[in-house]
């Protein structure tokens, strides 16, 4: 009952390229399956936020792109695009309930400011992390999933 996340990450990215043409979406060679115990269903919430957000929160024609890798102990999602980037000053505050960068023209996109805050709850449900890696340019969002059991808490 174990879940492949690059399947997962590949369902996704289909999804996004038929919805957000757009956007040119690469997902990047890795892994050929990362088999890990997940609940489907919400890290596929998960990576259709991050994917949603690199489409509304970046010029049309923006390119997308998504790598899977793994370590020992951990999997991880990176999910990169080449739009305005999130101002220094804003980038914990994003995974905050209702925060937008840019009330106006967020407004306009139809967002609540919701997003980052429900996947970075769900992630952290599954024992992972969700956070933008601030070593890359200009916006890159990394979902970490632990591997083995899930540890009780
Ligand atoms: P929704 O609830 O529909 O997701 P939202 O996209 O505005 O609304 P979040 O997904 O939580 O809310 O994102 C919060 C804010 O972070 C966005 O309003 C936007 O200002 C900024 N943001 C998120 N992703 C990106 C991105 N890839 N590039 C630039 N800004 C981003
Ligand atoms: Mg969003």
Do not use: M
Request: hydrophobic share 40%.
């Amino acid at each position: 009952e174990d879940t492949d996340l690059v399947e997962l990450v590949e369902q996704a990215a289909d999804a996004f390229r038929a919805t957000r043409a757009g956007h040119p979406l690469t997902v990047a060679p890795g892994p050929e399956s990362v088999r890990l115990r997940l609940d489907p269903q919400r890290v596929r919430q998960v990576l259709d936020n991050l994917l949603t957000n690199a489409a509304v929160h970046t010029p049309a024609g923006t390119p997308v792109s998504v790598a899977v890798s793994v370590t020992p102990h951990s999997a991880q999602v990176r999910v990169a695009d080449k739009g305005p980037g999130i101002p220094p000053g804003d980038r914990e505050r994003v995974f905050d309930r209702f925060y937008r960068v840019d009330k106006a023209r967020s407004r306009d996109r139809g967002g609540s400011g919701l997003g980052l805050a429900v996947a970075r709850s769900l992630v952290r449900a599954h024992g992972g992390t969700l956070a933008l890696d601030d070593t890359a340019a200009p916006t890159v969002f990394v979902l970490t999933l632990p591997l083995g059991p899930p540890r009780n808490s």
